[in-house]
């Protein structure tokens, strides 16, 4: 289940996907299968080519790609998440969720 996000963001989110553009969107989750989680932030570019690229120099591999028609993302969320928002200078999503 996904909450704290607005429309504003989510539309910004999508945009920027379909633009080209690597784009992060974090927000609060929660999903039984991924216990102490709870936060996600998705990646998404709908070049494949550059989010490939984007997520091998963070160790991601491609067939963790959602795989989504229009919105192609990486979930990240634990340390990992906190880890690649630090190296991307992502700090809006960094405090915004203390993470």
């Not at 039984?32 to 550059?50: E, H, Q």
Request: hydrophobic residues 35%; aromatic residues 16%; contains cysteine.
């Amino acid at each position: 289940m996904a909450f704290g996000l607005d429309r504003a963001t989510l539309w910004q989110w999508k945009q920027d996907v379909l633009h080209g553009n690597i784009a992060f969107l974090t927000h609060y989750w929660l999903d039984d299968r991924f216990p102490g989680c709870t936060t996600v932030t998705k990646v998404g570019c709908n070049d494949y080519s550059k989010l490939i690229a984007w997520g091998e120099q963070y160790g991601l591999k491609e067939e963790w790609i959602h795989r989504d028609p229009d919105y192609p993302h990486f979930d990240l969320f634990g340390e990992r998440q906190k880890a690649i928002l630090q190296q991307e200078k992502q700090w809006q999503h960094i405090n915004k969720f203390n993470l």
